[in-house]
């Protein structure tokens, strides 16, 4: 039953995070965009001391369920080595123990926590789990999603109903789309070989919650008395931590799947409270014994699913649904010095060191105006460009899906306000003056009123119109420069501010 229970709410928080990424429309984040939120690092980063708290806790009580239940990559490497067992019933019992790899575990957490503090965001994304599973989701399920979708509104189309509406597929960064097919297909791998190598070998945080699961109240544990010695357990469990002929489990490893106790036909194994020696039961009362366990399972998972139905209720009140899709612009990217980062971001040294590079902003912005950076130092981390749209005032997406507060906004009046980048006006490419006709596009869609025309030839208050920039008013909002008809470069573009500012 307690494995019934773990699969139950291991699908429900796997399904839901997933399709954080999938959705294109902002609704799914008004449900279940908390889940994000109570992921481990995300949660570390955006200092939320109270979710890292009841993990912590979570794990001091119950062990690594964390990363049984809520971490979509373990439940990702479950799925595929579900997969591979479900070829032949032998493939059920194909693993074995192992020792644990210590020394690699501690070492790529050092590294990890060493990248962490120097700001080189990138090689912490790299060994993330949650930003892992985001760039595979974002980079590899979400356009696969989409193109259902538009095959939906294809056919809604021909039988005139607006049930779907269609939604552009791209490539948003060609190094981030090869990393997340490299880090699924090394994932697959391990996986299907082997269980959760990467969890118990690579992942940081698997190493933190298992040093912390070593002391948990409640563990598996193995009762010598009516263990046979079979091996059925240590050939089942995908972590490699049974030692079944010295009936020990290395607890650091443990998480807490439970198939180990759905496999013994012995009933040697349970999941009990680790500091106290087990009653003795009769044989008698052994019935009594497991409809208690029995009806305990079942309170269990009824109280967990109305939790996670209530909370999700709850948090659904929280935003509102906003559209709006930017027209796509047929243009190259100008070579900016600074990047320009979304709005909410603070500045470069705060973005670097609370973004996990998940890929749920660029996921969900609906403006095709985020995309991640191919800059070594913040690879995969999203920045903004002005090519298929521009960052709309009445638009705060991301600042609403991001989990750390690497994107923190607190109501759209500060967006607005909000100073990102300022416009730079390229004489050479300039409508006006390479085509001769009167144009203005730029100033006539600029929110803040930012860029005037003025004449070409101050002396000549006939001539024609050409665009000033007050750089003090502008926020960067990239609106003239994808409104521009210049091509391939807009005759103007925004440069982004390392720090940004309230105007």
Known sequence: MLRKIRLTLAILFFACITLLFLDFTGSIHLWFGWMAKIQFLPAVLGLNLGIVALLVVLTLVLGRVYCSVICPLGVFQDIVSWLNARRSKKKKYRFSHSPALSWLRYGMLGVFVVALVAGIGSVAALLAPYSSYGRIASNLFAPVYRWGNNVLAYLAERADSYAFYETDVWLKSLPTFLIAVATVVILAILAWRNGRTYCNTICPVGTVLG???????????????????CTLCSRRCKASCIDSKAHRIDYSRCVACMDCIDTCAHGAISFRYAYGKPKA???KDKPATAASTDSNSRRSFLTATALVTATALMKAQEKKVDGGLATIEDKKIPNRHTPILPPGARSVR????HCTACQLCVSACPNGVLRPSTDLLKLMQPEASYERGYCRPECARCAEVCPTGAIHLTDLAEKVSTQIGHAVWVKENCVPLTDGVECGNCARHCPTGAIQMIPSDPADPESRKIPAVNTERCIGCGACENL???????????????????V
């Open 211 to 229: 040093f912390l699961s070593k002391y948990s109240l409640f563990r598996v544990t193995i009762d010598t008395d009516k263990c046979n010695a």
């Open 281 to 283: 039961t009769a044989a």
């Open 350 to 353: 705060h973005f670097a060191q």
């Open 484 to 502: 521009c008809p210049a091509r391939p470069f807009s005759a103007i573009y925004v440069e982004g501010h390392e720090v940004q500012r309230l």
